[in-house]
């Protein structure tokens, strides 16, 4: 076999290796930087809802979850500050329980869940 052509499909396999291993630390950089906290979720739909923070501390009574707005506060100050609070999970899935009673209204009192068949 021919040297030459040897080493250009070692260049050329070289070369689609590399093209790959760059593109999937690209893509892995994408993944990462997109990733988002339950504090940009709750910033997200404040915005998106124009919510106050009057506004989600009643939707989350809905639900008998007691936050205050100073708590409120500290979850949408910006991570870098000193009084940044982590938005945890409980938070957020009480604030989104009682959004949907907040949306949708009470589950009527007679009402139960059929499964399907």
Known sequence: MDFKLIHLLINMTYSICESMITNFHLILHIQIQFQMTNNDILKKLRVALKLTNTDIVEICKH??????????????????HPKYI???????RNFLNGLIIHLRGPKPEGSKHVEKE
């Not at 639900?63 to 870098?80: I, M, N, P, Y």
């Not at 982590?86 to 957020?92: N, P, R, V, Y």
């Open 63 to 80: 639900v008998d979850f007691r936050v205050t707005e100073s708590e409120l506060g500290a979850l949408f100050r910006a991570e870098d």
């Open 86 to 92: 982590e938005c945890g999970d409980q938070i957020l």
